[in-house]
């Protein structure tokens, strides 16, 4: 069997940054206003375009995706010794700043049909923490791989329960649940500009909000809560908190894009589930009716015994290809950092996360992914199929 030498071919990475030539202008702007700043123009401007893209009465430009989860839930009130619920399917940023605050996470599973946080378990989860008297301040919803999480009914429990719901919509930028912005359905929203993201910073992030007094306070602790008065005085605990005007600059350039870039992003999952989505065993990720995913990453998932493969061969596979691939988060109720952490799954002895990360593979996504090496991913894939 004569191999082609894979080292030679460039590498294909999972999701990397896509540069339109719009951020130059805006960049040099902000160097020639002087405004080499956490504050300045183009971090006024961006808040405001990002307000007017999502739909939000208010945006807070900030240094991380972390950073607004972190503010957001100090604005709802968490502190030391409070329960929080989170998603268990997420990238632990979802997670680490419940444990800033000193508070205690609590996971719920996700469901088939959005791989996002189940609607059931999550009533379960209020009802069972209410019933021991550990009721939850807040909660933080993710919306994997660029698809919202079923937000109504999960609006509605948490209302019931008087539950702040924070939307972790770090990978979901441009994505539509119900025609309304994803990362918009709860009292606070968050996204991400780090560099695999939709768009980037290199890295960044914004909280946004229809409550505007909220993200006054929250600007004022982002910006080391600083009394107003001459000499520097604080009453309050603050963080260095805030974006870069210079970054904001080259977000200004991303967003103008973002409808270019959800666009290619969905095509080349189109592309994948088209070509691949027949294989026996194989799954693409649903997307759910009456929304519109960005894609952010194709994701699917293999069953072994009917695929006659596993993840780790395709993934080793792929490796050896120079492509780059990942598997699905693995949840965080499986982490050694919560071990101890309560977990309330899909169904009693039922863990939908569980398996999806299993059997869950990240294919490569990002919109500037050619369709010379969106073909090489595929042919890849089938020769793996083929000689195993
Ligand atoms: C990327 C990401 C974050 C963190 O964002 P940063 O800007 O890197 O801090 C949080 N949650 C999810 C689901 C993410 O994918």
Known sequence: MSIRQPSILPRILLSPPH??????????DAIHSGWIAPIGPQVDAFEREMAEYTGSKGALALSSGTAAIHLALRLAGVSQGDCVICSTLTFVASANPILYLGATPVFVDSEPETWNMCPLAFQRACQDLNDRGMLPKAAVVVNLYGQSADMEPIVEIANRYGIALIEDAAESLGAFYHGKASGTWGRFGIYSFNGNKIITTSGGGMLVSDDT???????????????????????????????SNLLAAIGRGQLELLEERVER??????VYSDRLGSIPGLHFMPEAPNCRSTRWLSALTIDEEIAGFSVNQLLKCLEFNNIEARPVWKPLHLQPLFENAFYYPYMEGHSVSDQLFTKGVC???????????????????ESCIQNR
Do not use: C, K
Not at 223 to 242: K, L, V
Not at 265 to 270: C, E, F, G, L, P
């Open 19 to 28: 540069v339109s030539g719009r951020e130059q202008a805006y960049l040099e």
């Open 363 to 381: 294919l490569p996504s990002g919109s500037s992914l050619s369709d010379d090496d969106l073909v090489r991913v595929m042919d890849a894939i």
């Open 213 to 243: 007094d909220a993200l006054d306070q929250a600007r004022f602790w982002s910006t080391q809560a600083r009394d107003s008065a001459p000499h520097y005085q604080h009453s309050e605990m603050g963080y260095n908190y805030r974006l």
């Open 265 to 270: 992003r969905r095509y080349i999952s189109q």
